[in-house]
């Protein structure tokens, strides 16, 4: 058993409420959070270190090589399983392979962040919820995170669909089309539901996640084999 020294991304979710799903339904979500799973492992397989594996009934896990795509498989899986609600754990750290591509059969301080992240997330009735080895990036993060949260909680399907199909198509009138409304009605209902705002916040985290590596400590300072170097 070998600690892996490169930075990876443990993301583990669950089921918001899976507690007060009973029978059937239980069932049901079961199934559909495994192929929506089953979906996320093939589309994402190029950024995925070790597939993502449900853990128990209705949490499961994944290791991924960076913080960008952490985010957009988070999004991704949040549209696959709508309605269902989930939450999710980002851990960023070192990981302990012990020669599994099995998740559940690896450890190490990433699981252990991402663990925390979900624990905190459920406190906080968050999304998502960050744990890195940088304090600054997780203030930025998770404070972005609780005001996508908020916003969010006030939607319906229908601000759901128009928002998901709005980053999909990229124009109102494709959306109106699409809808059998006016586009002037396409853009009152996602301003007024401030989807305009979650989306260049979600744009901005993926920027800010692709232009800054994984591998920079709360200090400052380059994580490298064997020491560290000043940025």
Known sequence: MELDHNLYVVIIGDVSGSKQLSGKSRYKTQLFLKSSIVQINEEYSNEIEAPFTITKGDEFQGLVIDLASAFKIVLALEKLIFPVRLRFGIGVGEVLKMGSRLPIEMDGPAFHRANAALGVAKKKKCDYYMNSINEAVDILANTTFQLITAIKQRWNERHYRLFWNYKDLGTYREVAELENITPQ????????????????????????????????????????EGGEVSL
């Open 185 to 224: 009605a396409v853009c009152e209902a996602l301003k007024n539901a401030r989807a305009l705002n979650v989306k260049s916040a979600e744009e901005s985290l993926l920027y800010y996640f692709r232009k800054y590596p994984l591998c920079v400590n709360g200090n400052g300072q380059m994580l490298v």
